[in-house]
Every structure is written in C-alpha cells, then in structure tokens.
C-alpha cells in the first residue's frame, strides 16, 4: 500500500456519512472503473476526516445507520451499531444490494398499504350519499375484519420479503442504482399524494361501478339482486380481486412464495366466503352469519362477473399505462438496467483483488454515534510504513487484551480479565 | 503472529476460539446457509413491462370488450319494461285521493284505479315488481332491526327477541314476531291487473304468488315455529307488529306454506335493499303454454288497494312489468360502459403504440449513464 500522500481528492457529494470522490489517481490496490467510485480504505478515511470535514462526518454521525466493522481492537462498535461485519468490504454489499433492496422493498410495502386501505374507507365515504349518512358499511363485518388480518396480509408479506429489481451481481455492476434511494425518490410527501389520488380514483370506479351496475336490477331468474347483502358481496369482491392484480403489478421478483400466497388468498377468501354464507354455519351461529345463501345467489350471475370484469380492468388498466408511458418517455436508471438484463447475460462475479496486507496496519474501524477516535485517525499513524513488530499503543482503553496472542473473546460479566493486560 | 492467525474470512461474531483453540471445535457457526431462499437467490419469474405486452393486452381488451358490450347493450334493449308510478302526488292522478286522505285507524280500505296502455305485448315469463325511492333500506340502524334467531324459528328468541328490535320489541307486554323496524315496515299495497279487451270487458290476470324468494331465503333462513302447524297456537304469546293490520300467521291463510314467516312477500321485504331506490318482485305472470304472447298490447287497469303511505318521507311508489333476460332487469348501462371502456381502450391502445414507436428508437441506442 502506497504510504504517498495523495493529492486530496475532491470531495463531490456528501450526505450521511457517504463520499463520492473523483479519481485523481490509481490507487494500487483498489482498481476504480469510471468516473466515480465509492472507495472506503484508509486513504478516504484519513482525508474524510480532516479538520473541517470532521465536524461534518461526526455531525452526520446521527446518521440513518451506523456501521460498524468489528476487528482486533474491539467489539464496541459492534455493540453500539445497527449493522457489523468483519471486513470493509462488506460495506459494498449492504449499500448497494441490501440496503437498496430494503428500501426498494420498504416503500413498495408502504405505497401498497396506503392504496389499500384508503380505498377500502374512501368507498364508504361514497356509501354515505346514498345511505342517509348512517354509516352503513358497504361490506360484510367479517370482511372487514378479515381483509388486512387474512385476505391481504400474506401477499404483501410476500412482496416486502422476497422483491428484487435487479439481481446482486447487476447491483455491484451499477451502483448508479443507489441513487433513487439517495433522492427520497420512491417514497416522499409527493408519492404519497398520488397514492392517495390513485386511491380516490380506484375508490370511485369500485363504489360507482357496482352501484350503476346494480340499480334497480334484477336476476335472471327475476329475483332480487340488489339487495345490501348481495351489493356487499360485489364491491367486496371488486375490491379485493383489484388489490390483488395491484400487488401483481407491484411486484417484479415472482418466486414460487409469492405465487402461492397470491393465488392462495384469493382462493382463500372464495373458500371462507362460500363457507361463512352456507346453511351450516348459519344455523350454528345464527346472529353471527346473517349473509346466508348471498354467495350462491349472487354469484351464479353472468352480470355480477361481468362487473367485477369491467370494474377491475378499469382501476388497473390507467396505472398500466401510465407506468409504459413512463418508461417510454423518462425511463430511470432502473428500468433500463432491467430492460438489459433481460436481454444480456449476467455479469461473471468480480474477484475481489486479493492483495496481501499486513493486518496489524490496517484495521478496522468503527462508525458510531459518539464521537469515537477521529483524532487519532487523522493523527495517521496507522498510515506509516514502519514494520511494526510491538504494538503502540493507539488506545487508551483496556479492556481488550491487545498484548496477549489471544483472538477476541466476548467477556461474560462475571468473569475475571483473563491474564494480565498491558496497560 | 497474532495478526496472522486471525483469520479474516470468518464472519463477525464467531467464536475465533474455534480456530486457535482445537479442542473448541463444537462451537457453531452463525454464517447463513448458502442456499437458494437465505441468499435470496430463489428462482423467480421477473416480468417487465415491455411494448410487447402492453399494447398486444390494450388491442385485445379493447376487441373483447366491445363485442360484449354490444351484446349486452341488444340485450338490455330487448327487455321490455313498463313502469307506472301511483303514489297519488298530482291532484289529477287516480290515487291522489287515497293518498291524501290516509289515516292509520282507518278500516275500509281506500282502492284506486289507475287504467294504462301497453305499446308492445310482452312475452314469455313477466315480472311485477313494486318499487320504491326515497326510502332508506340501508339505514343503519334499520338493517340491524331485526332478529334472525326468531326469524329462523327458534322457540326463546320468539318469547324474547333480540335487544336489536328495539323500539319495536314488544308491545302491551308482549313480545313482538316478528320484531323490529324492517318487519314493522312492511309493503302491504294489494295490486291487481285486469286486461280490458276490445269488447270492453276485464279479464283479471293470474298472478302467481309463490317462487319470487330466493330458494335459501324460503327453506332455511326463514322457519315458522313449532313447524308448518296451527301457526296461531305456535304464535300464542306474541303480539303482532304495531303497524300491520293482521298478525303474521294472517298474512296467508289459505296457504299453509306461505304463512306466517314463510310467506314469500314478507320474507322478500325482509331482505333490505341497498340503495334508496329499489324494486321488489310482487308477482310473476306465467307465460302461456300456446304461442300467445303473455301480455298483449292494449288497455289494462291496475288496481291498489292503497295501503301504505310513502308521502310523508317524499317516498315514490310504482309498478314495473318487465321481462327478464340472461342478464336479469332493463339495465343499459353495462353495455354502454363495456362499449365506452373496450373503445377507451382500444384508442389507448394506438396512443401507445405511437408513443412507443416515437421514442423506443430513442431508448435503445441510450446507454446507461454513469
């Protein structure tokens, strides 16, 4: 490792404790392609924590993470952070694929559940109009108790756990992709706004649909039809069949999972539908399961189906195009890697270059909330090239046995200090 | 050395005793499997919205959509439908006076005559509906009025209906069946149909009055109690409700399967609406066996006994005949909605299709920026 001081390098972008700098130089042991690169040794740690940028990094300190790296002089770090691994290398793996998945997947989860659940009560908003503002609910009770406990919890658990937009290896091959995360881009006050927007709309189609649809209407057979408990299966039914083809559309990863919780509601609520509306449970719990006979009567109707049709294709189909015409139009950086890893090969995993180092001159070191050994970084000792045979001694604190050829051990509470330790 | 001997490949939070002290070596390793679902690796379908899709999907909806809108929209046209309203608001309408005067202690019946023309006979099975607006069906506190335990039969909850009912629970002491306000409300306007023919005579139309519930509704949701048998001794006990004239093992005598809570009128009325205007089946006209069509065209007079009053909410009252088709009453407006959506469609299907055109050439010579 090259003890030469580098020119400084710029630093481009700061925010929360992450740099971009511009390449002024090779650094030998790292291999930089392109303009930007996200280098983490000693060199960036050094200048990142010079004097008037110290304030800053330490002030950013109150980051969204802390990351600590835990290593040969201690598990501090380890214990006050939320992430730890052993090696700096690591980091590129939990920002550019972890971290951005967990964001891509945490605003997905959070768009998701705004829609739908405020097309489920603007719907009864609607209702109000039209039954003398009494608050007569639209569905069936046990619908909506069982619409976020049961019918649409397992395909968002789904969604939330498995989604990937692209792969690991096309993660590390673009880490432009990170910046959507950076810019507050897929959940802000703004997504927001349009979720509910989208809900009012979605809300509309599925109360003003079944209601024309049903109007003064009746069976083939000529009996009744628009009745309250028949309504409240239809937009029940709209409802759910069109949050299902929505998390569909939301999610880009389907794995063998998704498809089962997916179908497997929808076919579950069908199941305890038909179940809670037959003779049986009726006449076990009489006052609990009023709907009896609604599901058969209703449902054998080419009508009916023909609304849920017509009223699922109308929500569904708006948000279809407007997300072609925004990949037509301003497609991100994520929709074009995705358009090319379907057509290319995937990336061959990068060897990491494997460069021998003396361990006891570059350690790691730890990101914490409190104000940790910047001094004594920027003081660069650690950066000479004196081959270091005994140990200085870099830290104050004690507790670690450095002197003794120990690897680290977690120290119980109750145990005494093993050995004697160097002061 | 000591550094030497550290291994760097092991993973934070691993016992390193296990590698410098042999006799350690039971200690587990907390690295995560390397397998396909904890390395997130599983095999999946990735779909992306290409042109390919899309627009292929926009063009065949579109395609579909019409057809079944015209569809629907011939058929909805060949319903036929006639609806007369005979709530008696203008001074000039045959039921004005009837509906003027209505008092609840009255014991002669006020009938009126309200004579119409059909343009078109009707053919096939033709239904009667009474139908009525302005009036709350799904009203909350309405809906919950009633008590299906005693609906259904059981013996305690006849003696002691729910605490739903209230405040039409009991009456003079007695508990009410059956009870509540949607019962309590029940339609009790008589309507009758003469045909008058060209010589000027009425020929009364039969009206058949069984089948117009739904089948589950008449066989297990509704259930007299202590069976089929002398209703008025299994209602012993009970008081009747307190706007109806007749107590319900009255409301059929002559049937003995469609009296008391199986009489099919009551038990269509007790299944509420859901919107503030509705219809409800009153008769059906069978069709007749030789080709003759049901209801010719020509002059009818319907009869009503007018029994309940709407004016005082500024409800409506009507008579709707009508003929039925595969998908049910005289509705125009899914077909009209399924034509607007497929033609909708189908536009946006070629706006896409430009778009795509016009700037998908741009797209793939744009390269991913760095």
């Known amino acids: 490792m090259s003890s030469s001081s580098a020119d400084k390098p710029s630093v481009i972008k700061a925010r929360a404790g992450l740099f971009w700098l511009q390449k002024t130089e090779t650094v030998q042991d790292e291999e930089v392609d392109g303009e930007y690169g996200l280098v983490i040794n000693g060199h960036s740690l050094a200048f990142a924590l010079e004097k008037d940028l110290q304030l800053e990094l330490l002030r950013t300190a109150s980051a969204h993470i802390g990351v600590g790296i835990s290593g040969q002089e201690g598990m501090q770090a380890v214990l006050s952070s939320d992430f730890s691994f052993a090696q700096f290398r690591y980091l590129q793996r939990l920002l550019l694929v972890h971290g951005r998945w967990s964001y891509l997947r945490m605003c997905k989860f959070l768009q998701y559940f705004f829609y739908k659940n405020f097309t489920f009560t603007f719907v009864h908003f609607w209702y109000a109009f039209f039954c003398g503002f009494s608050a007569q609910t639209v569905y069936d009770e046990w619908f909506i108790t069982l619409y976020n406990l049961m019918y649409t919890a397992l395909p968002v658990l789904g969604l939330s756990i498995f989604d990937q937009d692209v792969n690991d290896r096309w993660s590390f091959q673009y880490p432009q992709l990170y910046t959507p995360g950076q810019l507050n881009q897929y959940f802000s006050k703004k997504a927001f706004v349009r979720c509910m927007m989208k809900s009012c709309y979605s809300s509309l189609i599925l109360f003003f649909i079944p209601w024309a649809a049903m109007h003064d209407t009746v069976r083939d057979d000529g009996k009744d039809i628009a009745d309250y408990q028949s309504f409240a299966l239809l937009a029940q039914t709209c409802l759910l069949i069109v949050m299902s083809i929505q998390l569909s559309l939301d999610t880009h990863y389907w794995t063998a999972v998704n498809q089962f919780f997916v179908w497997g509601s929808l076919a579950g609520y069908f199941a305890i539908t038909f179940t809670m509306y037959s003779n049986g449970m009726f006449l076990i719990f009489t006052s609990a399961f009023p709907f009896i006979g609604t599901a058969r009567n209703s449902l054998n109707q080419p009508n009916v189906w023909l609304t849920i049709f017509l009223t699922s294709l109308l929500c569904i189909l708006p948000v279809v195009a407007f997300r072609f015409i925004l990949i037509q139009l301003r497609p991100t950086i994520n929709d074009k890697v995705r358009h090319k890893m379907r057509k290319e090969a995937l990336p061959a995993p990068t060897k990491p270059v494997r460069v021998k180092r003396i361990s006891t001159r570059r350690s790691g070191y730890a990101f914490s909330h409190s104000q940790g050994y910047g001094d004594l970084v920027t003081s660069r000792k650690f950066l000479l090239k004196i081959p270091v045979r005994t140990r200085p001694a870099l830290f104050t604190e004690t507790d670690s046995p450095l002197a003794q050829n120990q690897p680290q051990h977690y120290r119980t509470i109750t145990e005494e200090p093993e050995g004697s330790q160097s002061p | ?370």
């Open chain 2, 1 to 370: 050395m000591m550094a030497s001997s550290y291994n760097a490949k092991e993973e934070d939070g691993h016992h390193s005793g296990a590698s410098s002290h042999g006799a350690a070596g039971a200690v587990k390793s907390k690295k995560p499997d390397n397998t396909a679902f904890k390395q997130q690796r599983l095999p999946a379908w990735q779909p992306i919205l290409t042109a390919g899709t899309v627009l292929p999907a926009f063009f065949v909806i579109g395609l579909i959509f019409i057809p079944i809108g015209i569809g629907l929209f011939v058929s909805s046209n060949n319903i036929k439908e006639f609806q007369i309203d005979y709530t008696g608001v203008d001074i000039s309408s045959p039921c004005y006076s009837c509906a003027k005067n209505f008092s609840w202690n009255s014991t002669t019946p006020c009938v009126c005559y309200v004579p119409f023309t059909l343009n078109q006979s009707f053919e096939s099975n033709v239904f009667m509906y009474y139908g009525l607006s302005n009036f709350y069906q799904n009203h909350r506190r309405y809906v919950k009025s009633r008590d299906d335990s005693q609906l259904n039969g059981d013996r305690s909850a006849l003696t002691n209906p729910s605490k739903e009912c209230e405040p039409y629970r009991t009456s003079d002491g007695l508990p009410i069946a059956p009870c509540g306000a949607i019962a309590n409300s029940l339609f009790n306007d008589t309507l009758e149909l003469y045909h008058i023919d060209s010589n000027g005579t009425s020929n009364p139309i039969p009206l058949a009055k069984k089948g117009i519930a739904w089948w589950t509704d008449k066989h297990v949701k509704f259930r007299n109690p202590g069976g089929n048998n002398n209703l008025s001794v299994a209602f012993h006990g009970t008081n009747k409700p307190v706007n109806w004239r007749n107590p319900v093992y009255e409301l059929d005598p002559s049937d003995p399967e469609n009296n008391g809570f199986i009489n099919e009128d009551f038990i269509v009325w007790m299944r509420t609406a859901a919107l503030p205007t509705f219809r409800k089946l009153y008769r059906i006209i069978q069709k007749k066996p030789n080709t003759t069509p049901t209801l010719p065209s020509g002059k009818y007079l319907l009869t009503i006994t007018y029994n309940y009053p709407v004016l005082s909410f500024d409800g409506r009252k009507r008579m709707i005949l009508s003929t039925i088709s595969w998908m049910g009453g005289k509705n125009p407006f899914l077909g009209i909605a399924y034509i607007t959506v497929g033609s909708i469609c189908f536009f946006l299907g070629v706006v896409l299709l430009i778009i795509h055109h016009k700037y998908d050439t741009r797209n793939n010579s744009a390269d991913i920026p760095n």
